[in-house]
Structure formats: structure tokens, C-alpha cells
């Protein structure tokens, strides 16, 4: 399993993207707390995108369809990241990755076995909220800075997650660049388009 690389895969699901079309300034700006409210009544959207990828081993680039119900994930994955054609789904409970015919499936509640076997320790169900501009609420928060009402900085689970820029899709202002820094992983996030869903 090490093979698929997991650390590439969940890497590649940071590449998310903005609501297409021109960039539009915010017009009413929130407060932190109203604005991190509406980010967790998101629950329903679709984001595609590119990410580059680069750890002590390599440097590569792809990209990504992610699509989010609830706590549900779904991705797919392809390019030339060096996966093919892969999809990563995560529920509550399990994390099942197929590629190539194979299907590998592991239990959300023991992150050391998905440590052991591919080498990747990424809080899977920190990613949804990463990539929407917020901390999960499961897990603590080491440093956040906030400007404007939007996250600029967040530090969670050892992990540096700093936001460039955003994109305004009605009513969200939602992140359009962004990095995920561990270590000697490194992963630059290119958001290019939300798809958001009301039911």
C-alpha cells in the first residue's frame, strides 16, 4: 500500500478552488465568529482544482474532484501526480482507497495503522474545514490568526496552514490559495472552482 503513496494522494485533496468567474470583494464584511458560522453550515459542496506536491523524495503536481456531504468525502484524482486514475472515500468511520482495480480500506479510529501502512499521518476529516478557511472542531488548535473576519494563518496537529488569497462565492468568502506544511512535506493549493449545493 505504501506504493499508492498516500502521502501524495490526500496531499493532492488540498488543491481546492474558488467559485469560477472574476474575483469579487467581499461587499459586507463579517466578523470572525459570523463568518466561521456560516463556514460550519457548509456542509454540501464540490471544489475542483490543482495542487503541487513537493517531500523529501519528490516533487509533482495534480489534480482533484472533491465533493463533501455532510461528513462524507469523496475524491478523485488524476493527472500527472503519478496516481492514475484514484478515488479516496472517507466517511465517519473508514477510509477506502481504490486504484487500479485494488481496493484498500482502513479504520478512521486507528490513524496508526494508516501511518504504518502508507506513511501519511493527515487528519483525513481536518481537510473539509482546512480547505473551507477553518480549524476543525475536533481537533485542538495550536495558533490561528485572523484578519479582516478570514483565517490567515492556522496551526493545528503540528500542521502550518497558511491562506493567500479568497474568492467571494454568494454569501461565502472562500479560500483560492492556500498551504499545507509539515516537516518536509509542503503542499501549495491553486482553488479554482466551489460548487456550492443548498440541500
Not at 494522494?9 to 468567474?21: D, E, F, M, Q, R
Amino acid at each position: 500500500m505504501r506504493a499508492i503513496g498516500l502521502a501524495r494522494l490526500l496531499a493532492v485533496s488540498l488543491i481546492l478552488t474558488g467559485c469560477a468567474g472574476q474575483t469579487i470583494r467581499q461587499t459586507e464584511q463579517l466578523s470572525w465568529s459570523d463568518h466561521r458560522r456560516q463556514l460550519i453550515n457548509l456542509t454540501n459542496w464540490k471544489v475542483t482544482g490543482k495542487l503541487a506536491l513537493r517531500t523529501a523524495e519528490q516533487s509533482e503536481s495534480g489534480s482533484m474532484i472533491w465533493r463533501q456531504q455532510e461528513d462524507d468525502t469523496q475524491l478523485n484524482l488524476s493527472g500527472p501526480l503519478g496516481v492514475g486514475a484514484t478515488t479516496i472515500a472517507a466517511t465517519s468511520s473508514d477510509l477506502e482507497i481504490r486504484r487500479n482495480g485494488q481496493i484498500h480500506i482502513y479504520d478512521i479510529s486507528t490513524p496508526e495503522t494508516i501511518i504504518r501502512d502508507t506513511g501519511w499521518d493527515l487528519p483525513v476529516h481536518a481537510l473539509p474545514h482546512w480547505l473551507k478557511g477553518m480549524a476543525t472542531p475536533r481537533l485542538e488548535v495550536g495558533d490561528q490568526v485572523v484578519e479582516q473576519g478570514l483565517l490567515r494563518r492556522l496551526e493545528q496537529q503540528g500542521w502550518m496552514v497558511p491562506y493567500q488569497a479568497y474568492r467571494q462565492c454568494e454569501p461565502y468568502m472562500l479560500p483560492t490559495q492556500l498551504r499545507i506544511e509539515r516537516d518536509q512535506t509542503r503542499a501549495r493549493v491553486i482553488i479554482r472552482q466551489w460548487k456550492i449545493f443548498t440541500s
